[in-house]
């Protein structure tokens, strides 16, 4: 195992007590939020009238992220770091609810939750009640940019978010249960994409307390020289801080995150003053701690602390069972409120100096709210790229070609801003955008050989056969104020419904949010699509994902389907204008016939839909008889074909 810590401790008896009751203090506000209606200071004895009705909430993984907050919160004031929090366990809301509004963020943003003790009251209350707020680290949390829940995407948001972010380090916390996910699994290669040069950091810390809701989980049963193995192999230094006892474990952990914040200095200098283009061994952190740490040892005779039953709620029934009212207050009072808040529930101002300040409280850091730092695209006059229509279908072209002919140039663009980026599994070149190589090239901090091509450890592509980390990745790089594209088959685009439904929610939440600002829009390329898959067959065709984008509210999603190259080109310029939305193209990449020259395009495009008096036999002055309708290409081949054959038997 290797040994972080220095030859010294880091921690003063004044700082460990100081840190230790910081702790305390997020720990009785996540238990309070979880608990109480009333009373919310303990300032007369609990009754049963003071506890919620419904008691909904997840306590297990909070002590944990509650402990590496007041950590981190040392690290940053320590030396003035950029930090962002990624909060991997789904339901870790109370402890992030928290520690925002210790340090402030929270009240800044909702004056209503005032820093005293009737707002220490009302962010009781609204927690999972009706009206209020949700359990997990939502787009309502200060500082959030991975919304739980749904487990297995905050170690590729995390590492989305330090791509061209070179002063940032990313702190993500990976709950073990989460880690079982394959989503998860896969992310732990991102830093094979990470530049030290031109990249920030990502410190990923995986918190194993053992258990999922009912279960062990599998890394918390593995031996530390197996997992020490195991993340080494996956190019990082394990750092194990391990333990139960507060004082002990509060010391480890400062020392830890000492020696990883000084490796990760050291790997940005060597690289960017050394010039050493060495793929790093970056540290990482093994946190054991209980699940449930620091809550009732044992319920009704059941074993609590350290087991799956502190998993939501440990104690179940206050109102109903005078015991269970007992225990609740006795735990309430474990963390001493009365050392924590003054008179008027203020958290103490010795306490209060722990927390950074300003825009480095990880609350208020805005790359989690990304708006605040977009810059807009730089980006050419996509009629520079026309293709020269004489008469409908008279030329053929390759839609997505002349499209990558177009993203080359946003490339080069935007090379100084550094905040574009394709990603893609692994199909860039097949699906015809191949012109962006005459200017960038694939990231990738693996070894290089002689005869790869166009693989470079600096380059705007991402490829991995890993859509979870394509879709990931892109999210993450949205979120903290970029922009890109994510170009895959149709086919296998499915892989990623689950986190599309996420991220289609988490901008339909925060577009109610007037704090949270605009980012841009997550734009999808769908080509190799299911009319063109004359090699692969059904293997290959599969147009659902189109249903699934199509159930969400249209002031979210957009779905194209431009029937041409220019149509095409009008459409890919459209989208990387607009933000907070999902904009879907589904688009062809074969030789196909042209229909639309550029001013017939911009204004069918435009309009959204159009009739093509070409296409048809109908007179201004009368009613159709029948109306062909019809979107995209393959679609657009067919139904003019069937105009043709119509036109034939009416001429017969």
């Not at 062990?216 to 195991?230: F, I, N, S």
Request: proline share 7%; charged share 20%.
């Amino acid at each position: 195992m290797l040994d972080a810590s220095p030859t010294c401790s880091s921690l003063t008896d004044d700082e460990l007590n100081l840190i230790d009751r910081y702790w305390r203090a997020a720990n009785y506000l996540s238990v309070g939020q979880i608990y109480l209606l009333d009373n919310a200071l303990l300032r007369q004895p609990l009754l049963r009238e003071h506890v919620k009705p419904r008691l909904l909430g997840h306590w297990g993984t909070t002590p944990g992220l509650n402990f590496v907050y007041a950590h981190l919160n040392r690290a940053i004031r320590a030396d003035d770091l950029n930090v962002l929090y990624v909060c991997g366990p789904g339901h870790g809301g109370p402890g992030m609810v928290a520690n925002t509004y210790l340090e402030g963020s929270y009240s800044e943003i909702y004056p209503d939750i005032s820093r005293d003790a009737g707002g220490v009251q009302k962010l009781f209350r609204q927690f999972s009640f009706p009206g209020g707020i949700p359990s997990h680290a939502a787009p309502e949390t200060p500082g959030s940019i991975s919304e739980g829940g749904e487990l297995g995407y905050a170690l590729v948001h995390a590492y989305g978010a330090a791509f061209d972010n070179p002063d940032l380090i990313v702190a993500c916390v990976i709950g073990d249960g989460e880690a079982e996910t394959g989503a998860l699994a896969a992310s732990w290669h991102s830093n094979k994409f990470l530049n030290p040069v031109h990249d920030g950091a990502v410190l990923p810390i995986l918190h194993l307390n053992g258990y999922k809701i009912a279960n062990p989980t599998v890394l918390a049963r593995m031996a530390d020289e197996e997992l020490q193995k195991l993340f080494e192999g996956y190019g990082h230094e394990p750092l194990f801080v391990e333990g139960s006892d507060p004082a002990t474990m509060h010391q480890l952990m400062a020392d830890t995150m000492q020696t990883a914040f000084a490796r990760i200095r050291d790997i940005h200098k060597a690289a960017r003053e050394g010039g050493n283009t060495a793929r790093p061994k970056w540290p990482m952190i093994v946190l054991r701690s209980p699940k449930g740490w620091t809550g009732p040892k044992e319920v009704d005779g059941l074993k609590v602390e350290g087991f799956w039953r502190s998993h939501q709620v440990p104690i179940s029934d206050p109102r109903g069972n005078p015991e269970h009212l007992r225990l609740l207050e006795e735990w309430l009072r474990s963390y001493r409120p009365d050392d924590l808040f003054d008179e008027a529930g203020q958290l103490k101002p010795e306490l209060q100096a722990l927390a950074p300040e300003g825009n480095r409280r990880m609350g208020a850091n805005p790359h989690a709210n990304g708006g605040l730092l977009k810059r807009e695209l730089t980006l050419p006059n996509y009629r520079d790229y026309a293709i020269d229509v004489p008469r409908p279908g008279a030329v053929l072209g390759e839609a997505t070609r002349e499209m990558g002919k177009f993203l080359r140039d946003v490339i080069t663009l935007n090379a100084e801003q550094r905040n574009f980026r394709i990603m893609g599994p692994d199909e860039t070149a097949s699906n015809r955008l191949d012109a962006v190589f005459e200017v960038t090239e694939r990231q990738w901090m693996e070894g290089i050989e002689p005869y790869d091509v166009h693989l470079a450890q600096d380059g705007r592509v991402m490829e991995v056969l890993s859509e979870h980390l394509c879709q990931g990745w892109l999210e993450g790089y949205l979120l903290t104020g970029r922009h890109g594209l994510f170009s895959c088959y149709e086919a296998f685009v499915h892989i990623v419904d689950s986190m599309f439904n996420q991220h289609a929610k988490w901008l339909k939440v925060s577009r109610g949010l007037p704090w949270r600002r605009p980012i841009a829009s997550f734009n999808y390329l769908l080509t190799s699509h299911v009319w063109r898959q004359d090699h692969n067959g059904f293997s290959h065709q599969d147009p659902g994902f189109v249903d699934l984008v199509a159930n969400k509210k249209a002031d979210i999603v957009r779905v194209y389907f431009p029937p041409d190259a220019n149509t095409l080109l009008w459409i890919t310029d459209h989208v990387l204008r607009t933000y907070d939305r999902i904009n879907v193209i589904v688009a062809g990449k074969q030789p196909a016939p042209q229909w639309l020259a550029m001013d017939q395009a911009a204004v069918h495009c435009d309009a959204g839909i159009g009739i093509w008096p070409w296409a048809g036999t109908e007179h201004v002055a009368n009613e159709p008889d029948v109306v062909m309708a019809c979107c995209g290409d393959v679609p657009t081949l067919e139904t003019l074909a069937a105009v043709d054959l119509l036109r034939k038997v009416i001429r017969t």
